[in-house]
C-alpha cells in the first residue's frame, strides 16, 4: 500500500449514496457555485442557444439554464443542414411546464426578432432587402425578416406602374415608411430610394434647364390635353397643340406610354418648376413646304379638320389650314349651319381666296368651284320681268320677304305686293319661312344682283272690279270684326276690309253695333288708290250728307268726262233718242248692267278660289 493511500480517510466514505456526507452547509455552497455557472432568464424573450442534440421530432438546445429546452423539429425546416453545436435563437415560451420542462420556440423568436429589427429599421431609417412575395389589391406583398409588408402601388417607383406582376419574385430594397401596432401591419416603400437618387439628377437639370434646349424623355403620362414628359428625375408638359403642326384629337394617336422622345424646352418657370415642352418645333413649319405655285385663284384639296358656327377649316398639308366661312360655302344669300354642307373628316376641293404666307393664313372658297348663278347667260331671260316662278321663303323683314328661286338666287316681295285685298302689317301674317310661294318679277336688275317680285300681280287687280260693285251709295251686309279708338274694321263681300268711324256705328234705337254683329252699310267713299272703302251703317236709316253726295258725284263727273264723245253723239240723234228724261233712264240702266257683271264676276272668282 503507498503513502497516499495511507493518509486518505476511509472512514468519511459511507454508505450513504452520492454526497451524503456533505454537510448542509457545504451542500448550500455547493449549490450556490451551481446556480452562479447558470443564465437566469425571464419567460417572452428571445434568447441564444447550442444544440444539443437532433431527432426527428424534437431539437434539444442548451441556452444555459439548469434544464435544456425542447423546440419542434418543424420549426428548423428552413436549416436541413443543423447539427448539434450550432448556434441558433430562440424564444422563451414557459420556463418549466407541467412536466419541469423549459419550452422554447424558434417560430416565435424569428418574428419578435423581425419586429424588432422592423423598429429599428424605421427608426433608423436603413435600407431592407426585401422579397416580393405575390401582388395584391393596390399593390405588392414584401417579406421581410419574415414578416410580410405591403408596398402599395404609388411607392414603387417614381412613374406610374401598369403591370404590377413583373416585381413577383424578385428582391427589391425597401424602406420602412408606417408600422401599425394594432393590425401588426407594416407598410414599405421603394419609391423614396428612387426620390432620393433622383434629387441629385432632378436639381442638376433643374439647373442647367433654359429655353430652346433640347432633351430626351420618356412619356409616363398621357391626357386630352397632353401628356408629361419624364426628363430623368423632373417632369414636362408637351401640349397637345405642340405635339404636331398639324390637328390632332387627342396624344395617343401621334405617341404611346412609355416611347421616348425628343422635345425641346418652350418655357420655364423656376419658382413654379413648370416645364413646358414642345416636339413639333423640332421641326420645319409647313407653310415652307406649301407649294409656290399655291396662289389666290388655285385649286387646292384638303380634309375638313374642324366645323365651326362661322365656317369650317380645311386641312392642305398637315399644320396648313385655310378658312372656309360660311358665306364662302354657297351662293345662296342666306347664311346656314356649315353643318348643313360638309363635316368632319370630308375630303374636298376648294379655291384659295386671300393667301398671306408670312402671317400663314389662307381663306377659301367651295361656292367658287360652280358658276355665280348672277353672271349666267339665261339669267335675263329666264326672270325677265313678267315671268312667273315658284321659290323658298328663306327670311321675314317688317317691309317684305326674301323668296329664294334658286341657289344664290333671291327676290324681294314687298309686304305691299302680297294681297290686292288684305292689309297686311307683316309678311308673318302671310306666310312662314320654309313655306313655297308662287311670284311674278316686277323688276330686275343684274348689274345690282336685285329682283323685286310680286304675289297679287298673278292675279287681276279687283280694285278695278270693286270699283263697279262698292260704288258710294250703294248698300252691303258687313261683319264688325275689330275696333279701335277711331274705327272699326269691316269683313265685306269677296274677302274685303272695309273701314267704319265710330260714330257711324250707332243704330236706329240709338245703341253702338259692337264686334261680331253682322248689319247693312253703306258705302260713303271708295278710294281706289288707297285701297280704301268706308261704310256707314247710320247711314241705312238717314238722309246722306253734303259731303256724302259730293263724294258720289266726283266719279260722276269723272265718267262723264270719259263719255265726252258720247255725249256728243247723244245730243247729235237727240230727235230720234228721245228728250233728256230717256237718256237719264238709259244711263242708269247702263250702269246697273255694269254694276251687275261686276258682282257676277266677282262671284265667279269666289267659287273658283274655292
Known amino acids: 500500500m503507498s503513502n497516499k493511500q495511507k493518509d486518505f480517510d476511509w472512514d468519511q466514505v459511507d454508505g450513504k449514496g452520492f454526497g451524503g456526507n456533505y454537510t448542509a452547509e457545504q451542500k448550500k455552497q455547493m449549490e450556490a457555485a451551481i446556480e452562479a455557472t447558470l443564465n437566469s432568464v425571464t419567460e417572452k424573450e428571445v434568447v441564444k442557444g447550442i444544440v444539443v442534440s437532433k431527432t426527428d421530432r424534437e431539437v434539444i438546445v442548451n441556452i444555459g439554464f439548469k434544464s435544456d429546452g425542447l423546440v419542434s423539429a418543424s420549426e428548423f425546416r428552413d436549416m436541413p443542414d443543423l447539427k448539434a453545436g450550432d448556434e441558433v435563437e430562440v424564444y422563451i415560451e414557459n420556463q418549466e411546464d407541467s412536466n419541469g420542462q423549459l419550452i422554447l420556440s424558434r417560430k416565435l423568436a424569428k418574428v419578435m426578432g423581425a419586429w424588432i429589427n422592423i423598429e429599428r429599421a424605421l427608426e433608423e431609417d436603413t435600407i431592407i432587402n426585401g422579397f416580393v412575395k405575390r401582388r395584391t389589391k393596390g399593390g405588392l406583398i414584401v417579406d421581410i425578416f419574415g414578416i410580410e409588408a405591403f408596398l402599395p402601388g404609388s411607392q414603387i417607383d417614381v412613374k406610374p406602374i401598369r403591370d404590377f406582376d413583373i416585381f413577383v419574385g424578385k428582391n427589391m430594397e425597401v424602406k420602412v415608411v408606417k408600422i401599425n401596432h394594432t393590425n401588426d401591419n407594416v407598410v414599405v416603400s421603394h419609391k423614396v430610394l428612387i426620390e432620393k437618387d433622383l434629387e441629385e439628377q432632378r436639381q442638376l437639370i433643374l439647373n442647367n434647364l433654359d429655353k430652346g434646349q433640347v432633351l430626351e424623355g420618356v412619356i409616363k403620362n398621357m391626357t386630352n390635353f397632353g401628356v408629361f414628359i419624364d426628363l430623368g428625375g423632373v417632369d414636362g408638359l408637351l401640349h397637345i397643340t405642340d405635339i404636331s403642326w398639324g390637328r390632332i384629337n387627342h ?33 420645319a413649319h409647313p407653310w415652307e413646304a406649301l407649294a409656290t405655285d399655291v396662289e389666290v385663284g ?13 365656317g ?22 342666306h347664311l346656314r349651319n356649315p353643318q348643313d ?17 408670312s402671317e400663314r393664313k389662307m381663306s377659301l372658297g367651295i361656292k367658287q368651284l360652280t358658276e355665280d348663278p348672277w353672271t349666267k347667260t339665261d339669267l335675263l331671260s329666264k326672270y325677265a320681268v313678267g315671268t312667273k316662278h315658284k321659290g323658298t321663303v328663306r327670311n321675314l323683314t317688317n317691309f317684305g320677304l326674301f323668296l329664294e328661286l334658286e341657289e344664290g338666287i333671291d327676290g324681294l316681295v314687298h309686304v305691299s305686293d302680297l294681297s290686292w285685298t288684305k292689309k297686311i302689317k307683316h309678311p308673318s301674317e302671310f306666310v312662314k319661312v320654309g313655306d313655297s310661294l308662287d311670284v311674278i318679277v316686277i323688276e330686275l336688275d343684274a348689274d345690282n344682283r336685285r329682283l323685286a317680285l310680286g304675289h297679287k300681280q298673278l292675279e287681276e287687280n279687283p280694285w278695278d272690279t270693286f270699283e263697279s260693285v262698292f260704288t258710294v251709295g250703294s248698300s252691303h251686309k258687313a261683319t264688325i270684326i275689330s275696333k279701335n279708338d277711331k274705327m272699326a274694321v269691316l269683313e265685306l263681300p269677296y274677302g274685303i276690309e272695309g273701314l267704319s268711324p265710330l260714330k257711324q256705328l250707332t243704330k236706329a234705337d240709338e245703341s253702338v253695333a259692337e264686334v261680331g254683329e253682322a248689319l247693312d252699310f253703306i258705302v260713303t267713299e271708295f278710294q281706289k288708290d288707297d285701297r280704301k272703302i268706308i261704310l256707314s251703317h247710320t247711314r241705312t236709316f238717314t238722309a246722306p250728307t253734303a259731303e256724302e253726295t259730293a263724294a258720289a258725284a ?53 267659287k273658283k278660289a274655292e
Open 554 to 606: 266726283k266719279p260722276e263727273k269723272k265718267k262723264a268726262a270719259a263719255k265726252s264723245s258720247e255725249k256728243t253723239t247723244v245730243t247729235a240723234e237727240k230727235s230720234t233718242m228721245g228728250d233728256i228724261g230717256a237718256l237719264s233712264a238709259l244711263k242708269e240702266q247702263m250702269e246697273g248692267a255694269e254694276r251687275a257683271q261686276a258682282i257676277k264676276k266677282l262671284e265667279k272668282k269666289s
Open 312 to 333: 369650317a377649316f380645311l386641312e392642305v398639308l398637315p399644320g396648313v389650314e385655310g378658312l372656309i366661312h360660311v358665306s364662302e360655302m354657297s351662293w345662296s344669300q
Open 298 to 310: 388655285s385649286k387646292v384639296k384638303g380634309k375638313i379638320v374642324n366645323v365651326a358656327d362661322y
Open 251 to 283: 396624344p395617343q394617336e401621334v405617341l404611346k406610354l412609355d416611347q421616348k422622345i425628343q422635345v425641346v424646352v418652350l418655357d420655364f418657370d423656376e419658382n413654379k418648376k413648370r416645364i413646358s415642352l414642345g416636339m413639333k418645333q423640332l421641326q
Open 341 to 357: 354642307f360638309l363635316k368632319v373628316g370630308d375630303e374636298m376641293e376648294a379655291v384659295v381666296l386671300t393667301l398671306d404666307r
